[in-house]
Nanobody, 124 residues
Framework: YLVESGGGLVQPGGSLRLSCVASGSLDDFYAIGWFRQVPGKEREGISGIRSNDGMTYYIDSVKGRFTISRDNDKNTIYLQMTSLKPEDTAVYYC???????????????????WGQGTQVTVTS
């Protein structure tokens, strides 16, 4: 349903672009979000985009460094990550919301379908 790719090993200050390919049209979803999780911690919403108008959100720790975007023709959502830091190390997931919500949901519990995750490791 959702397939992430683009993770890997990168040095601090480096960049990666994550991709999330959906099996259907992005317009079928109310919103698409990116999350990350490290062992022993809860899954954290970091960015999301609402399908009908492109409304986005970013958590403070990634503002100015990460950019969410979409390509409707390719049914793909991207997360461009720059100026990466060791604390960005995590498994990154994309997820979609089917039903209507308020704004762009940030709580993982609001999301209906998830990808398998892709590992991002930032280390020197």
């Amino acid at each position: 349903y959702l397939v992430e790719s683009g993770g890997g090993l990168v040095q601090p200050g480096g960049s990666l672009r994550l991709s999330c390919v959906a099996s259907g049209s992005l317009d079928d979803f109310y919103a698409i979000g990116w999350f990350r999780q490290v062992p022993g911690k809860e899954r954290e919403g970091i960015s999301g985009i609402r399908s009908n108008d492109g409304m986005t959100y970013y958590i403070d720790s990634v503002k100015g460094r990460f950019t969410i975007s979409r390509d409707n023709d390719k049914n793909t959502i991207y997360l461009q990550m720059t100026s990466l830091k060791p604390e960005d190390t995590a498994v990154y997931y994309c997820a979609v919301v089917i039903g209507r919500r308020r704004g762009v949901p940030r709580n993982p519990d609001d999301y209906d379908y998830w990808g398998q995750g892709t590992q991002v490791t930032v280390t020197s």
